[in-house]
């Protein structure tokens, strides 16, 4: 199977200061476990672009998007949130982490590649229309999702966010929408950041049930999480029939991780990329797109990307 993995060394000048979770040395850690299992040499390089500030604009208010760009010249700072620091390169950053996820979806819809991977950071599954969130600021899966309606005419797209976190941002931004499905599994809001994600929270309007919100206990183990998936999160991508496929892949919910709580071990990545991969070979023409989300124990990060990525590649 072609699979293209969208990479640049840009991404590594986002400096969230000494001892944050979300740090450049994720994307070394993985890129040295890539290269050691001979996968990196499997994966077309897909060249990231900085995105157009109106494919930013179609998914965050345009007053948002200017402040990020003058509260990152005037940083080292903090966007909106302790939790998000940012530096005076962050700005340029988050537009390329965001562009690189619309040049994974433009390659994957010209056929160049079945699947791609964005590994680029700031992630993006938090940030809000009008506000930076939990380390992220564009929202980088919207924002390809929403252009693969505009620029490429998808009537329906699927976004699975398996992040333990859940993907507030993702999920308000296709709220009202019936042509954006929205998955997401998380760890339990009253156990986890950022504390949405209820099961209650099935969408409003035209988007009214186009929203699926599956939480997990604390602990929650392989067993149970690919017992939700057969359940719960397959047979609702089945019947939705998508045309493409989104992966806001998070690889928080291993064991190991600092931030979750969830102890799915490394074997349910490989699960999960086989699973959703046949949903999308069934209705979409086998076409995912996925960016990463989080993952914050170097070892196991490193180590997940890597079997998840084995697994798109078979
Ligand atoms: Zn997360």
């Given at each position: 199977m072609s699979v293209g993995l969208v990479y640049d060394e840009r991404y590594l000048t986002h400096d969230t200061g000494h001892g944050h979770p979300e740090r450049a040395d994720r994307l070394r850690a993985i890129m040295e476990k890539l290269t050691e299992d001979g996968l990196l040499e499997r994966l077309m390089r897909i060249e990231a672009k900085l995105a157009a500030v109106d494919a930013i604009t179609a998914i965050h208010s345009p007053e948002y998007v200017e402040r990020v760009a003058e509260q990152c010249a005037s940083a080292p700072g903090y966007l909106d949130s302790l939790d998000t620091p940012i530096c005076p390169a962050s700005y340029e950053v988050a537009l390329l982490s965001a562009g690189g996820a619309i040049a994974a979806a433009d390659t994957v819809m010209a056929g160049t590649v079945q699947r791609a991977f964005s590994m680029g950071r700031?992630?993006?599954?938090?940030?809000?229309?009008?506000?930076?969130?939990?380390?992220?600021?564009?929202?980088?899966?919207?924002?390809?999702?929403?252009?693969?309606?505009?620029a490429h005419g998808m009537e329906r797209v699927a976004i699975v966010d398996f992040d333990v976190h859940h993907g507030n941002g993702t999920q308000h931004v296709f709220d009202q929408r019936g042509d954006v499905l929205f998955v997401s599994t998380h760890e339990h809001p009253r156990f986890q950041f950022p504390g949405t994600g209820f099961e209650h929270e099935t969408g409003n309007g035209d988007g009214a049930g186009?929203?699926?919100?599956?939480?997990?206990?604390?602990?929650?183990?392989?067993?149970?999480?690919?017992?939700?998936?057969?359940?719960?999160?397959?047979p609702r991508l089945e019947a939705f029939e998508p045309q493409v496929l989104l992966i806001s892949a998070g690889f928080d919910a291993e064991a190991d991780d600092p931030l979750g709580g969830l102890a799915w071990t490394t074997d349910t990545f490989d699960w999960l990329a086989g699973k959703l991969c046949e949903v999308a070979d069934r209705h979409a023409g086998g076409r995912v797109v996925s960016t990463l989300e989080g993952g914050?124990?170097?070892?196991?990060?490193?180590?997940?990307?890597?079997?998840?990525?084995?697994?798109?590649?078979?």
């Open positions: 700031p992630p993006g599954h938090h940030a809000e229309r009008s506000q930076a969130m939990g380390f992220c600021l564009f929202n980088n899966i919207a924002i390809a999702a929403e252009h693969l309606v505009r186009a929203t699926l919100n599956v939480t997990l206990l604390p602990g929650t183990g392989d067993a149970e999480a690919r017992e939700a998936y057969e359940k719960q999160v397959l914050y124990n170097l070892a196991s990060l490193a180590r997940c990307v890597s079997t998840y990525l084995r697994a798109l590649l078979n």
